[in-house]
């Protein structure tokens, strides 16, 4: 069974750090990792995809990288800003039993401080 | 990105009645939609895969014939909560991808509250 852990649960930054979000999976038998970030009471924005064969992926001030082997992957954000402030979650997808699956991680909740 | 449509975004009823929301790919063909719940401070849980063209496949736990999935067509997947009680009060998520290594883009949600 697939199991999605994220670490810290919760992170309160000043504005202008940069940041690193944790992500680690115990089956590394995946298709993709994705990241999103999800505002209260709002359903979820893509952030970045990284396919299994492949170790990063940018967009803008994000930075997500992936080791299959190891079962991690992190989300880095570069020069954060108060509107970054939301819940961020990793999911990886995976062939189970024929069909596929996505599996959550329960979220970091960023909070960047003016 | 792909847009997924999502509807309604919040809907109230009686207990006992039954709720269908509809999860839509606006400009894309999505083979495959997942749905969704979650509860409050808790990670997303998967309730069901489905295949356009195929009966969803349910994880286990989740009511087959309490939360009906239905994917007639490329573009449109449905889930029914029938006879809605109040425990399940929640918020409902779908999301639709093209194929297995593409990206899964998701609905707004749909704040479900059953009086």
């Known amino acids: 069974k697939q199991e999605v852990t994220q670490i810290p649960a919760a992170l309160s930054v000043p504005e202008g750090e940069n940041l690193v979000l944790n992500c680690s999976f115990t089956?590394?038998?995946?298709?993709?990792l994705q990241w999103f970030r999800q505002d209260p009471g709002k359903g979820l924005t893509s952030l970045l995809l990284?396919?299994?064969?492949?170790r990063e992926q940018t967009s803008g001030r994000l930075n997500a990288s992936l080791d299959k082997s190891s079962g991690r992957s992190t989300l880095y954000i570069a020069a954060s800003q108060p509107g970054d402030s939301a819940t961020y979650l990793c999911?990886?997808?995976?062939?189970?039993?024929?069909?596929?699956?996505?599996?959550f991680g329960i979220g970091t909740k960023l909070q960047v401080i003016p | 990105g792909a847009v997924v449509s999502q509807h309604p975004s919040r809907v109230i009823c009686k207990s006992g009645t039954s709720v269908k929301i509809e999860c839509r790919s606006l400009?894309?063909?999505?083979?495959?939609m997942f749905w969704y719940r979650q509860f409050p401070k808790k990670s997303l849980m998967l309730m069901a895969t489905?295949?356009?063209?195929?009966?969803?496949?349910?994880e286990q736990g989740v009511e087959k014939d309490k939360f009906l999935i239905n994917h007639a067509s490329l573009t449109l997947s449905t889930l029914t909560v029938t006879s809605a009680h109040p425990e399940d009060s929640s918020f409902y998520i779908c999301?639709?991808?093209?194929?297995?290594?593409?990206?899964?883009?998701f609905g707004q949600g749909t704040r479900l509250t059953v009086v």
């Open positions: 999301s639709a991808s093209q194929g297995k290594n593409t990206e899964a883009f």
């Open positions: 089956d590394s038998a995946i298709y993709n």
């Open positions: 990284i396919q299994s064969s492949q």
């Open positions: 999911a990886v997808r995976r062939d189970s039993g024929g069909y596929q699956k996505v599996t």
């Open positions: 400009d894309f063909q999505a083979t495959t």
């Open positions: 489905s295949n356009e063209g195929s009966k969803a496949t349910y």
